[in-house]
């Protein structure tokens, strides 16, 4: 077996009774050695019995240092802001009339069929009862935005042949 891990003695040895009396010679060191009375530091006589007195004084009295600018000149942001609400203003003017150009002329058949049909709370028996009733109003297609074919149309391909029948 090699004999590398089992070392019986570490080489080091301090003498007897070093550490029990260490503290006390270091001690005896500090106490022979002169430490300097003068650090080379120098202080002004009274000083720590004025400072408050100071400090208040350099608060309260603060000198102004100049003009302060503003980073941005009041009428260059104002007239920006006035110019961008005009162009907003404008253009949004200029979409409105534009939509109101089109008019029911482009509404979307599928767009008026899902309104109708999620919307408006309209029973077939409710609109029959209102054109069979002597004071309801004639429905006219002549002036009409729909054509009476057109009307024909809608109703083949989007109700039922059996409501129709069952009316």
Do not use: C, W
């Not at 260490?22 to 019995?49: Q, W």
């Amino acid at each position: 077996m090699n004999d590398e891990h089992n070392i019986p003695d570490h080489g080091f040895k301090a003498p007897k009774d070093y550490f029990d009396s260490l503290d006390a010679r270091l001690f005896e060191s500090i106490a022979s050695e002169e430490i300097p009375k003068n650090t080379g530091f120098s202080m002004p006589n009274r000083y720590f019995e004025t400072l408050d007195e100071r400090i208040m004084e350099s608060v309260l009295h603060k000198e102004d240092v100049g003009k302060v600018r503003p980073l941005f000149n009041r009428r260059f942001v104002v007239a920006v802001a006035g110019i961008a609400a005009s162009l907003l203003l404008f253009f949004s003017l200029l979409q409105q009339s534009s939509l109101m150009s089109e008019g029911v002329e482009y509404i979307e058949t599928t767009m008026l069929t899902q309104y109708i049909e999620e919307d408006v709370d309209i029973d077939l028996y409710d609109v029959v009862a209102i054109l069979e009733n002597e004071d309801g109003p004639e429905v006219t297609f002549e002036n009409s935005l729909f054509t009476k074919a057109a009307m024909e149309e809608y109703l083949l391909e989007n109700v039922e042949e059996t409501t129709l029948i069952q009316e």
